[in-house]
């Protein structure tokens, strides 16, 4: 067999354009292996993937060994990052994550993002009427991008004159914590968008003590259990995570439709598969193809032996691709019947924000699809985002016909 970094390398365009027929080469020869290039197992079986995230001997603080093996001067360096990634209830273990992630729990669930509907509606009536004009956007700039992130700023209370702003410091972010292979700056720019995301924070959690509003800063800031440094960290975790993400389900599920229409002319039919096409977005293409966890004893998973602080990669894209798990797994079929992906991880760390990027994907489709007809992508080839941990466009122009237009 070639060596792994021959079958599946991140730097590479083509790679990370189209990860699936490298991913499905792993899985079937090499389930369990060893990347030199990413210093990580990687892990491609849906079982296997499953298993870790219930498995207490792999660790979710990926952050906390990372700077711990720095040297003395970069890690002074990169301490912002390190005070604020540390903190993410994403990357920390109980008893610490189960004492964050219960003051954000109440904030998103199905029921109490209910009421949200018809705001989310309406923003995205607003961009929609908005692109209609030209018959011609970039989906990703013009909608994808803007939709998740007006949604979780408006409920965190976090100021919209500073789109602009937070979608730069995210996206700088972005190449840390979704582990890019190419970009050698990536820790200073984490560094400096760390920097303006705390400042721009701790400016708020001051202004919402002197006058609180109806915003979830406004509530963290009255909870008890929960340092300052605590609560600004996971307002960025839910500003950075609440839009990145959202944003790849939107352009990477409209791709989809625009490749796939057969699939995009039932959805048409019968938009009430509007969540069963969701799921399928999710599981054949998912923004967040990979979560990492470091070893923290010797274990032997797959016939190989795992010591303790490796860091492993569960690649969940390619175990909702998994063969063993999904029938036809390789087509995407918005009429499949689901229940089993793992898009948004599973267990305790299964994904905070997972109804609400449900809920802005349920809205925005039907009425995309209603107000656009014969979609195309306007481009030869897509520049997609550098990242193990996160996959997106950069940009997706696109051409369609204004619907009921001659």
């Given at each position: ?20 027929p490298?991913?499905?080469r792993?899985r ?8 030199d290039?990413?210093?990580?197992w ?13 498995d207490?001997r792999?660790?979710a603080?990926?952050m ?5 093996g ?7 360096q ?14 920390l273990?109980?008893?610490?994550h ?7 729990n109440g ?6 993002l ?11 009536d ?5 692109a209609l004009?030209g ?12 939709l ?12 919209t ?8 410091w ?5 190449l ?9 700056d ?5 560094e400096?968008a ?8 701790r ?6 003590r ?9 509530e963290?800031a ?9 609560l600004?960290a996971?307002?960025i ?7 990145e993400?959202?944003?790849?389900l939107?352009a990477?599920g409209?791709m989809r ?12 039919r019968?938009?009430?598969r509007?969540?069963a096409?969701?799921?399928?977005m ?6 967040a ?10 274990l032997?998973?797959g ?18 691709r998994d ?10 079929d918005?009429?499949?019947?689901h229940?089993r992906q793992?898009?948004f ?7 905070v ?15 995309l699809?209603?107000?656009?007809e ?11 985002r550098d990242g ?5 466009t950069v940009?997706?122009?696109i ?5 009921g237009?001659?």
């Amino acid at each position: 067999m070639a060596a792994i970094d021959e079958i599946y390398d991140p730097t590479d365009p083509a790679t990370i354009a189209d990860p699936y027929p490298a991913l499905a080469r792993l899985r079937a020869e090499a389930p369990v292996a060893w990347s030199d290039r990413l210093k990580a197992w990687l892990l491609t079986r849906y079982d296997d993937c499953l298993a870790a995230q219930r498995d207490r001997r792999f660790s979710a603080e990926r952050m906390a060994a990372y700077f711990h093996g720095l040297d003395t001067a970069r890690r002074r360096q990169l301490q912002r990052s390190e005070g604020a990634l540390g903190r993410w209830a994403v990357f920390l273990d109980p008893p610490e994550h189960t004492r964050i992630r219960a003051h954000l729990n109440g904030r998103f669930t199905t029921a109490a993002l209910g009421a949200m509907s018809p705001r989310i509606a309406r923003r995205i009536d607003a961009l929609l009427d908005k692109a209609l004009d030209g018959e011609a956007m970039d989906f990703v700039a013009e909608f994808a991008y803007p939709l998740p992130a007006g949604v979780i700023m408006e409920i965190l209370g976090a100021p919209t004159d500073r789109l602009d702003d937070i979608q730069r410091w995210s996206h700088d972010l972005a190449l840390f914590v979704g582990s890019s292979q190419t970009a050698p700056d990536k820790h200073v720019r984490a560094e400096a968008a760390t920097a303006g995301l705390d400042r721009t924070f701790r400016e708020l959690l001051k202004e919402r003590r002197r006058r609180p509003a109806d915003d979830l800063i406004s509530e963290l800031a009255a909870s008890p259990g929960l340092s300052d440094d605590d609560l600004v960290a996971n307002c960025i975790l839910l500003l950075f995570a609440g839009h990145e993400t959202t944003t790849g389900l939107l352009a990477n599920g409209l791709m989809r439709l625009i490749l796939s229409p057969d699939q995009q002319a039932l959805l048409r039919r019968e938009p009430d598969r509007i969540e069963a096409a969701v799921e399928e977005m999710l599981r054949f293409d998912s923004p967040a193809p990979a979560v990492s966890r470091i070893a923290i004893e010797d274990l032997e998973l797959g016939g190989k032996r795992i010591r303790a602080g490796e860091r492993v990669f569960l690649m969940l894209n390619a175990g909702n691709r998994d063969p063993e798990a999904f029938e036809d797994p390789e087509r995407f079929d918005i009429a499949r019947r689901h229940g089993r992906q793992i898009a948004f991880g599973f267990g305790i760390h299964f994904c905070v924000g997972a109804p609400l990027a449900r809920l802005e994907a349920a809205l925005a489709f039907p009425r995309l699809l209603a107000a656009m007809e014969d979609i195309e992508i306007a481009a030869n080839r897509l520049d997609w985002r550098d990242g193990v941990s996160l996959r997106g466009t950069v940009s997706m122009p696109i051409r369609f016909r204004t619907a009921g237009s001659p």
